[in-house]
């Protein structure tokens, strides 16, 4: 059975610090793997998509990796701001694309 | 396009009480999913479809039933509600081949009393 793992379970940050977001899964056959940003009673976004054959994504400030012989991803936000402050979800996707989540990282960005 | 809709946005129900929640989409996506997110928790699967007329079990199906009778439409329907069931839930697509990402709803808040 699919695990999915994200530390740490909150992060505060100042504005302008670039930070790093990290993402762990137990079974390395997955077909990809999503970050999505949840704003306080919203739903779901979806910031970067990595298939299982790429390495990284990038949209932005936001640059995400997969190492999947590792069971391990990274979000990388740079110069953060205020506005990124939400709860951030990892998700891997196995058969049928179903998605397995993280319980996620809430970061806040204090100005 | 509208992208992946849902009603309602929010639902009281007494136990033993049943009721449909509602998704559509207008992506022409072959594949949708039901999750619910409960508090400080991720998104876990309920039920799934992969195109009109096939659905199967997610990780938390007890309690829920589905239906999909169009590429659009994938309803989640509650028998006998209870207070276990009070959550958010959150429907999703994504296309039969290639990327396979998902878009979401914005999700029902149910509390079940």
């Known amino acids: 059975k699919q695990e999915v793992t994200q530390i740490p379970a909150a992060l505060s940050v100042p504005e302008g610090e670039n930070l790093v977001l990290n993402c762990s899964f137990t079974?390395?056959?997955?077909?990809?793997l999503q970050w999505f940003r949840q704003d306080p009673g919203k739903g779901l976004t979806s910031l970067l998509l990595?298939?299982?054959?790429?390495r990284e994504q990038t949209s932005g400030r936001l640059n995400a990796s997969l190492d999947k012989s590792s069971g391990r991803s990274t979000l990388y936000i740079a110069a953060s701001q205020p506005g990124d402050s939400a709860t951030y979800l990892c998700?891997?996707?196995?058969?049928?694309?179903?998605?397995?989540f993280g319980k996620g990282t809430l970061l806040t960005v204090n100005p | 396009n509208a992208g992946v809709t849902q009603t309602p946005k929010f639902r009281i129900l007494k136990i033993g009480q049943s009721m449909t929640l509602q998704c559509t989409q207008d992506?022409?996506?072959?594949?949708m999913y039901w999750y619910r997110q409960d508090p400080g928790m991720g998104l876990k699967l309920i039920y799934y479809?992969?195109?009109?007329?096939?659905?199967d079990k997610g990780e938390v199906p007890n309690g829920y039933n589905v239906s999909r009778s169009t590429t659009e439409d994938f309803p989640l329907r509650l028998e006998l509600a209870a207070p276990s069931q009070t959550s958010v839930y959150f429907c999703?697509?994504?296309?039969?081949?290639?990327?396979?990402?998902?878009?979401f709803g914005p999700g029902t808040r149910l509390t079940v009393l």
């Open positions: 079974d390395s056959a997955i077909y990809n």
């Open positions: 999703a697509s994504s296309l039969q081949t290639g990327v396979g990402e998902q878009f």
């Open positions: 998700a891997v996707g196995g058969s049928n694309y179903k998605l397995t």
């Open positions: 990595i298939q299982s054959s790429q």
């Open positions: 479809s992969v195109g009109a007329g096939i659905t």
């Open positions: 992506m022409n996506h072959n594949y």
